[in-house]
């Protein structure tokens, strides 16, 4: 809560808040980071390992590769749509640490429920809900480590958070591989709970329930107390009538003020968008892609791609932040600067990935985008929290987390209609990442450059006025 200021008493001064409002135990801190990179890694562990499993479901069920893409993908951003800002606006108002609980709880229930999944419409339905647990956890994780730790450690918090993604993927494309394995070794079918189920599904069982564990770690978490200026103002007054608080949780606010500055704002969210469709869609077909052309099982791709992905992701994040730290020294405009210079990398990798004669070159050249991907995401991060709106700043860094995660789910499904309607032949589906990666991902490299002049100039006129 914000400190009550006397009219007759100047503002508190910095240094006067921190005396009135204590930061917490740094220990505190620290167990809620562990809490929070825990949860990151089984997020990702668990959309990784599903991705894997994109053969075994598409011969299980019958599906096409349009239907195999909306599964990877759209299926479990369909109720972020409806449910991600509102809850964005929740971690503002109630304890975070509960919302985070609820959040991994419901994914890793759901998760496990779809090992008992009876058919293709049921498996839908489980990643329907997996997405809807898991939209808070951005925004809540970000607002409960910028309060429980002093601005000086919030960046290496920051950057901890990230070696969740890091493991969760990386240990996923192995893990995986692993688990699968190891149902090959079973008959195809097995009677579990009365119910008859494909063997692969014991994988979404197994990698569902630790989600309970993380959501008991988190209701041991002492929530920080909120850190707001003493002068700031709320977003919604408490006066206000009920239809403006209601239409708080529409993060309109947020949409008319990045409007103000759309010149800003909206070449960078077309950036994100548009590479997201391509950086997040491969990802979930790298099973298929490196199965259907060179023949290698789950268990042999996860083997090598695991181990390359952990080392060029560790590589992305220490060099990514030394070369935006760089640009940051010699341009104003140094995020976005770095970005574009990223984005180009990340271009090239991903159209060479499908056109390489062997698999080992196809995964090498994967790791790369993913070292290129994670390079630029500190970037991303600091350029859209440098200019955002201190009053809805939450519900900015949402909508930016939305337009990754919402187009990044459509990039499975645009890979698969491409595949189906385009290439016509499943065994070509080489063809179908070419495609989009040489649509996609130029454009969104050409909007990053666009965006590098209208940045500086707000940065400039923000340093003209204090900020």
């Known amino acids: 809560m914000a400190a009550i200021v006397n009219a007759e008493v100047p503002a508190a001064t910095e240094a006067g808040a921190e005396a009135e409002q204590q930061w917490p135990k740094e220990s505190r801190g620290w167990f809620a980071l562990f809490a929070i990179v825990l949860t990151m890694f089984l ?51 109630y304890p975070r640490k509960f919302v985070l609980a609820a959040g991994i709880a419901v994914m890793g229930t759901i998760t496990a429920l779809g090992g008992i999944a009876q058919n293709f419409a049921q498996l839908v339905g489980t990643r329907l809900f997996v997405g809807a647990g898991g939209s808070a956890h951005g925004p809540g994780s970000y607002s409960l480590l910028a309060d429980a ?65 993380a959501a008991i770690l988190f209701l041991m978490v ?62 979930a077909w790298r099973v298929p892609f490196i199965s259907r052309t060179y023949g290698w099982t789950e268990a042999e791709i996860g083997n090598l791609l695991g181990p390359l992905i952990f080392v060029a992701s560790m590589v992305g994040i220490v060099v990514g932040g030394i070369f ?15 970005c574009a210079i990223i984005f180009t990398c990340t271009t090239t990798f991903a159209i060479l990935t499908p056109l390489m004669p062997y698999a080992e070159l196809a995964l090498g050249c994967m790791a790369a985008t993913a070292m290129f991907g ?40 645009v890979i698969g209609t491409v595949s189906d309607l385009v290439i016509g032949d499943p065994q070509k589906l080489w063809q179908a990442l070419l495609v989009v990666a040489g649509v996609f991902m130029p454009t969104a490299t050409f909007f990053m450059w666009r965006a590098i002049k209208p940045y500086g100039a707000e940065v400039e006129r923000l340093e003209a006025l204090g900020r």
């Open 43 to 93: 997020t990702f562990f668990d959309q990784t390992v599903f991705a894997m499993l994109a053969e075994r479901m598409r011969a299980s069920f019958g599906l096409s590769d349009s239907a195999l893409g909306f599964l990877l993908g759209p299926a479990s951003v369909v109720a972020f749509v409806f449910v991600g800002i509102p809850l964005s606006r929740l971690v503002d108002i």
């Open 149 to 213: 730790f002093r601005p000086v450690r919030v960046p290496l918090a920051f950057a901890l958070v990230q070696v969740g993604f890091v493991l969760g993927q990386s240990g996923g494309t192995w893990g995986g591989g692993q688990l699968i394995a190891w149902t090959d070794t079973m008959p195809e079918t097995l009677s579990f709970l009365g119910l008859t189920i494909f063997s692969w599904q014991l994988v979404l069982i197994i990698i569902g329930l630790p989600g309970l564990l």
């Open 222 to 283: 002492r929530e920080p107390p909120r850190r707001s200026p003493p002068d700031s103002a709320k977003l919604v007054p408490s006066d206000a009538p009920l239809g403006r608080k209601i239409m708080a949780f529409t993060g309109l606010d947020a949409i008319r003020a990045i409007n103000m500055r759309g010149a800003t704002y909206w070449p960078l969210f077309a950036a994100l968008a548009l590479s997201a469709i391509e950086s997040q869609g491969l990802p």
């Open 324 to 338: 935006v730290s760089w640009m940051n020294r010699k341009w104003k405009d140094g995020n976005i600067r770095a």
């Open 374 to 413: 994670l390079a630029g995401a500190p970037a991303q991060n600091a350029a859209i929290q440098r200019i955002a709106p201190n009053e809805m700043r939450g519900q900015v860094t949402a909508l930016y987390l939305f337009m990754f995660t919402f187009f990044g789910a459509m990039g499975s499904f």
